[in-house]
């Protein structure tokens, strides 16, 4: 019974592994026009390096809102609604979101 499950469960990812190469294997990719709405400087925890931040910029593009976490020059150079880009890549059959969205600085 245990080599019917093992057996299943192999097939099963094979089968998804496959179909998610299939759909992203060339993707679409967008450009979608936003703006800064928010951006924020906390203290790095974890990070053993006194005064070591992380940087973060949020944007909304296309009717959503997307973290980024941005090096120390980006996050200076950015302004509160400056315009950016954020760049996506879809599959071509069912349109799932292949990558992590890219924040694109102009």
Known sequence: MDDIVGIVL?????????LYILECGMPITQTI???VIKKTMELDVL??????YIYTVWVKAGGKVYK????????F????????KVGLAIGRMWGTYCTSP???VP
């Open 102 to 104: 890219v924040l694109i």
């Open 47 to 52: 990070d053993k390096a006194p005064g070591s």
């Open 33 to 35: 026009d936003g703006a």
């Open 77 to 84: 150079s950015l302004e509160e609604g400056a315009p950016v």
């Open 68 to 75: 980024f976490t941005v090096g120390k020059s980006t996050y």
């Open 10 to 18: 192999l097939i099963s990812v094979l089968i998804v592994g496959g």
